[in-house]
C-alpha cells in the first residue's frame, strides 16, 4: 500500500511539472503517465520511441557514424555489474583539462555553477531530467543529467524501477537530451562519454539506435585516451550488450588497451572488474597478466573486494590459488556479513573454478547451520543443493533440515522433493534421528506427486531413494508397470543413463528385500590378468605382504555387474590367508570373503573418507553377498612409500574392523 501511495504522490508531481512545461497538446502524454500507474510495459518495445531513437537527426545518416545493428528485434537489457559508488559518482566530479580527439577542446566544470548544485538534490530519475528540460545549457549539463538519472534509477527496487522507466523513456526532456548527446557526442569528455554509453545501455535504450552506436564508435575513436576507471566503465558496458560489428570492434580494441595498461592499474576494484567484463573468453595470456597484477595488490584486498574477486575469477573461469586461498579467509573471517545469496553464489563459483576449499565450505555450513532458524526452508534447499554439486556433506545442516522436512513437510514440491532426494543420496546421509520418519516423509511426499511425475522424475526419485536402501513401494510398482509396457523408453542423450540406473533399482529389489539371504557361494569371474596403472602398486605390496600371487584374485567380477579389485579369502579365525585353489576345490562358507576397493577421491564426500551414494551402495550389497569390504582412497595409498603401503594393507587385512559388517539398513527395518 505505502508503495501505491508514492507511485501516486510521485505522478502527480510528475503531472504538475509537466503542466508547467507542455503545451495543451501534450495533456494525452500526462494522461498516459497517470493511467500507467499499475500496469509493467517495456517502453523500449514501443514501436513509436524505437522509431524516434532509430532517426534522432536524419541530417546525419549519411555520415560514417551510422552503424545500426541488424538484429533489430534484440535489445540489451543493461550490464548489471557494479560499477562502484566512485564510478557512478565520478562524472559529477571535476574534470581537468581533458582532450577530446581532433576537436581539442577543452572542459572544466566549475563548482559554483548552480546547475550542478541543483543536480545533487535530485531525489528521482524524473527530477533530473526536468532540470535539464528548465536549465541545461552545455553538453556537461546534459550528460550529468542522464547520469545522475541513472544513479537514481539503479538504487530503486526492481517494481520502483518499471514504474520510472516508462516515465523517463516518456519524458520530453528525455528525447532532447538523447537528440543533444548524438549532436555532441564527439566533444564530450572521455568520462562523460562513457558514463552515457552505459547509463543508456543500463537504462534499456535499443542498442540498434543510432545514438548508441554513434556513442560507441566515438568511444572506437576515442579509446587511446581512457583512463582506467573508464576503461573500466567500458568494459561493463560492453558485457551488457550484445554483439555486432561495432561492439566486437569496440571489445577487441579494449582487449588490446588493457593488455598494455594492465601493469599501471593499482586499484583492486578496477582489477575485478575489468576480469568479471573480459570473462572466459579472454586469452589465457590476459587472465596470467591479470592475475599477478591482482597478486601484487593482494595484501590490501578488504572484504567486499574478496568477495567480488571469486565472482571476477569465476565469470573469467580462471583458478588462481594465491588469489582464492586469499579471499577465502578474508570471507571465514568475515562470513556474518555475506547475504545469503552469495553464500549459494560462493559455492557455486567453486564449483565453476574446481576449486575445493573444505575449511571454506565448512565455515559456510556452520553459519548457516547456526541461522537456520532465519532462512525459508526453500532457501536451505539451494544451499544444500549447491554443497551436494561439489560433494561437501554438511552433515549437522543436513540433520536438521530433515527434523524440518518431518515437522513440516508441506512445502514439499515435485521439485524441491527430487532435490531433496538427490541431494542425501548422492551425500548418503542418513539422518542420526528419527532416519525411519524422515523417509517415510519422503515416501508419502512422493506418492502424492505421483499423479502429475513424468517417467524419468518417476525414475530419479525410486533411484535416490534405493541408493540409500529404501524401496517406496508404491511408486516402485508404478515404475516396474511403466517398464513391462516400454513406457520408459527416451531419446538417446537419455537412454543410457536411465538404462544404468533402472538396473540399480532392480539390484535394490533384490538385494536389499528383507527376504534375502546371503548366498553360500558366490560365482565370480576373473576378467583379465592385466592390471591397471591405479592399482598395480597395491598388487606388488600385495605379493611382497602375502608372498605369492596365489594367494589373492584380481579383476574379480561378481553377479549384479558388480566389480572388485582384489579379493582375499581367510579362515574363519581372520588369522591366516588362504590360497586361492585351495578355496575354490573346496567351497567352506565358514571362510572369510574380503574385498579391496580402490575407489577415486571424487567417490567420496569432499575432505572425508565417507562413501559417496553408489558406492556406499555397492559396498552395501557387497556385504549382502557376503564380502567383508575395504575402501581405499586410491590417491592417498599411490602417495604412500612401498614400505607403508604394505603396513598399512597388512593393518587393513588382519584388523578386526575390516570384518564388522555395517548396522541394518532403512529397509531390513522397514
Not at 591479470?290 to 580462471?318: C, K, P, Q, S
Not at 525459508?376 to 536438521?400: M, N, V, W
Not at 567417490?603 to 575395504?630: D, S
Request: hydrophobic letters at 40%; a positive charge.
Amino acid at each position: 500500500m505505502n508503495n501505491k501511495i508514492s507511485y501516486l504522490l510521485n505522478t502527480v508531481r510528475c503531472v504538475h511539472r509537466y503542466s508547467s512545461m507542455l503545451t495543451p497538446k501534450s495533456s494525452a502524454t500526462i494522461r498516459k503517465h497517470v493511467l500507467w500507474i499499475g500496469r509493467h510495459r517495456d517502453p523500449s518495445g514501443n514501436v513509436n520511441f524505437r522509431k524516434l531513437l532509430l532517426n534522432i537527426l536524419p541530417s546525419l545518416h549519411g555520415s560514417s557514424l551510422r552503424f545500426v545493428s541488424q538484429k533489430t528485434d534484440v535489445y540489451s537489457t543493461g550490464a548489471e555489474a557494479l560499477v562502484g559508488e566512485k564510478a557512478s559518482q565520478s562524472s559529477l566530479e571535476v574534470e581537468k583539462s581533458h582532450h577530446s580527439g581532433s576537436f581539442g577542446a577543452k572542459h572544466v566544470v566549475d563548482h559554483s555553477d548552480p546547475f550542478f548544485s541543483s543536480l545533487q538534490k535530485c531525489s528521482c530519475p524524473c527530477d533530473a531530467l526536468d532540470l535539464a528540460a528548465e536549465a541545461a545549457v552545455t553538453i556537461k549539463h546534459y550528460t550529468n543529467s542522464l547520469t545522475t538519472a541513472w544513479r537514481l534509477f539503479k538504487n530503486l527496487s526492481e517494481e520502483q524501477q518499471r514504474y520510472e522507466k516508462q516515465l523517463i523513456f516518456e519524458h520530453p526532456a528525455f528525447v532532447r537530451l538523447c537528440q543533444q548527446l548524438l549532436r555532441d557526442a564527439r566533444r564530450m569528455t572521455r568520462r562523460d562519454l562513457v558514463f552515457s554509453l552505459h547509463a543508456l545501455v543500463s537504462l534499456g535504450v535499443p542498442q540498434n539506435t543510432l545514438l548508441v552506436q554513434t556513442l560507441v564508435r566515438v568511444c572506437q575513436e576515442k579509446l587511446n585516451q581512457l583512463d582506467n576507471r573508464c576503461i573500466s566503465v567500458l568494459a561493463t558496458t560492453l558485457a551488457g550488450m550484445d554483439k555486432d560489428k561495432n561492439v566486437s570492434a569496440l571489445q577487441a580494441g579494449l582487449q588490446l588497451l588493457v593488455e598494455q595498461r594492465i601493469s599501471s592499474i593499482r586499484d583492486i576494484f578496477i582489477l575485478q572488474n575489468l576480469m568479471k567484463c573480459l570473462g572466459k573468453d579472454a586469452p589465457v595470456f590476459l587472465k596470467k597478466k591479470l592475475e599477478m597484477a591482482v597478486v601484487r595488490e593482494i595484501d590490501g584486498l578488504t572484504f567486499l573486494n574478496a568477495l567480488r574477486m571469486f565472482f571476477a575469477l569465476a565469470a573469467m573461469n580462471y583458478c588462481s590459488l594465491p588469489i582464492l586461498n586469499s579471499c577465502s579467509k578474508k570471507i571465514q573471517e568475515n562470513v556474518h556479513d555475506v547475504p545469503f545469496r552469495q553464500l549459494i553464489l560462493i559455492l557455486e563459483a567453486c564449483h565453476t573454478l574446481q576449486y575445493r576449499n573444505v575449511k571454506l565450505f565448512s565455515a559456510l555450513a556452520d553459519y548457516v547451520n547456526s541461522t537456520a532458524y532465519l532462512y525459508d526452508k526453500r532457501q536451505i534447499i539451494h544451499f544444500l543443493s549447491a554443497c551436494e554439486t561439489l560433494g561437501f556433506q554438511p552433515t549437522e545442516l543436513l540433520d536438521i533440515f530433515a527434523e524440518k522436512v518431518t515437522e513440516d513437510p508441506d512445502f514439499l514440491n515435485l521439485k524441491n522433493l527430487l532435490i531433496v532426494l538427490r541431494v542425501y543420496s548422492r551425500l548418503n546421509h542418513v539422518p542420526r534421528v528419527q532416519k525411519h520418519l524422515f523417509f517415510e516423509t519422503l515416501h508419502s511426499c512422493l506418492n502424492k506427486c505421483l499423479p502429475q511425475i513424468s517417467n524419468t522424475e518417476l525414475l530419479k526419485a525410486v533411484y535416490s531413494l534405493g541408493i540409500l536402501g529404501y524401496l517406496p513401494h508404491r511408486a516402485l510398482d508404478e515404475l516396474l508397470q511403466k517398464d513391462s509396457k516400454d513406457e520408459l523408453i527416451l531419446p538417446d542423450d537419455l537412454k543410457e543413463q536411465n538404462t544404468v540406473m533402472l538396473r540399480c533399482v532392480k539390484t535394490c529389489m533384490e538385494l536389499d528385500s528383507p527376504s534375502f539371504t546371503k548366498p553360500a557361494f558366490v560365482l565370480t569371474e576373473n576378467l583379465s590378468s592385466l592390471v591397471s596403472l591405479n592399482i598395480r602398486k597395491a598388487r606388488e605390496a600385495l605379493i611382497e605382504l602375502l608372498g605369492d600371487e596365489n594367494m589373492f584374485r584380481q579383476n574379480v567380477q561378481l553377479p549384479y555387474r558388480y566389480h572388485i579389485d582384489f579379493e582375499i579369502t581367510m579362515d574363519s579365525d581372520r588369522r591366516k590367508v588362504l590360497p586361492i585353489t585351495a578355496v575354490d576345490d573346496h567351497p567352506d562358507s565358514r571362510v572369510q570373503r574380503l574385498a579391496f576397493l580402490f575407489a577415486p577421491v571424487s567417490a567420496f564426500c569432499l575432505g572425508t573418507t565417507h562413501p559417496q551414494g553408489k558406492l556406499a551402495m555397492k559396498k552395501r550389497h557387497l556385504n549382502k553377498l557376503g564380502y567383508h569390504v575395504i575402501l581405499v582412497q586410491n590417491k592417498k595409498f599411490q602417495e604412500m612409500k612401498n614400505e607403508d603401503a604394505v603396513e598399512f594393507l597388512k593393518r587393513k587385512i588382519y584388523s578386526e574392523d575390516a570384518f564388522s559388517f555395517p548396522k541394518t539398513t532403512v529397509q531390513d527395518n522397514n
